[in-house]
T-cell receptor, first 114, second 112 residues
C-alpha cells in the first residue's frame, strides 16, 4: 500500500456540485498539505495542517475548505465547484523538525469540472 | 513575494546526452532548495541543498547550489529514456518553514 493514498484518483463533476477529495497516510507524519497543479504553474499550496487542531490557509485557499479528521486523514472540499478548479490535486505529508523539508506526495486526484 | 523560476520549461534531447536544468529563486531568509522528479504520478524527492558549493550526487544525477547568485542546477549525465519527466525545484524560507514554493517545472523528454 502507498504511504499517502488519495481518493478518488479521477473525478468529473458539474459546476456547482460539492466535491470532497480524501487523503490518508501511513507515514505517521504530523504535517499534511493539499497542493494544486496546473500546467505551467508548478504546485500551489491550498491548505496545510501541522496537527489535528491546526489548519492554515495556503496561497490559493479561496473556494476550498479542509478537515483534519485524524493525524492520518486530511480531506479537501470544494463547496461549489467551478470550471477553473479543474486541476490535478496532490496531498502531501512531512515530518516535523529537520525532516519537514521533504514532502511525500500521494499519487494525485485529477478533477474535471464541466 | 517568494519566487522560483525554472528554465528551460521544456527540453528534448537524445539518449546519452548530458542536460543541465536551472532553478533561480528570490526568497527572504533562504533555508533550503529541493529538487523533485515527477513522472506520471506523484513527485518524488531527489535532493535537498542548504549550503553553497557542495555537490549532491546520486548516480547520474547531481545538483549544486549557489546562494550568492541565488540559483541551483540539476545535471543529468548519459541520459536514458527513463529520465523523461518533469523536474520540479522548490525553495523553503526560514519564516515560511511550513511550506515550499515551487517553480513551474522543466519537462524533459529523452528520445531513443
Amino acid at each position: 500500500d502507498a504511504d499517502v493514498t488519495q481518493t478518488p484518483r479521477n473525478r468529473i463533476t458539474k459546476t456547482g456540485k460539492r466535491i470532497m477529495l480524501e487523503c490518508s497516510q501511513t507515514k505517521g507524519h504530523d504535517r499534511m498539505y493539499w497542493y494544486r497543479q496546473d500546467p505551467g504553474l508548478g504546485l500551489q499550496l491550498i491548505y496545510y495542517s501541522f496537527d489535528v487542531k491546526d489548519i492554515n490557509k495556503g496561497e490559493i485557499s479561496d473556494g476550498y475548505s479542509v478537515s483534519r479528521q485524524a493525524q492520518a486523514k486530511f480531506s479537501l472540499s470544494l463547496e461549489s465547484a467551478i470550471p477553473n478548479q479543474t486541476a490535478l490535486y496532490f496531498c502531501a505529508t512531512s515530518d516535523s523538525g529537520s525532516g519537514a523539508n521533504v514532502l511525500t506526495f500521494g499519487a494525485g486526484s485529477r478533477l474535471t469540472v464541466l | 513575494e517568494d519566487k522560483v523560476v525554472q528554465s528551460p520549461l521544456s527540453l528534448v534531447v537524445h539518449e546519452g546526452d548530458t542536460v543541465t536544468l536551472n532553478c533561480s529563486y528570490e526568497v527572504t531568509n533562504f533555508r533550503s532548495l529541493l529538487w523533485y522528479k515527477q513522472e506520471k504520478k506523484a513527485p518524488t524527492f531527489l535532493f535537498m541543498l542548504t549550503s553553497s558549493g557542495i555537490e549532491k550526487k546520486s548516480g547520474r544525477l547531481s545538483s549544486i547550489l549557489d546562494k550568492k547568485e541565488l540559483f541551483s542546477i540539476l545535471n543529468i549525465t548519459a541520459t536514458q529514456t527513463g529520465d523523461s519527466a518533469v523536474y520540479l525545484c522548490a525553495v523553503r524560507n526560514l519564516q515560511g518553514a511550513q511550506k515550499l514554493v515551487f517553480g513551474q517545472g522543466t519537462r524533459l523528454t529523452i528520445n531513443p
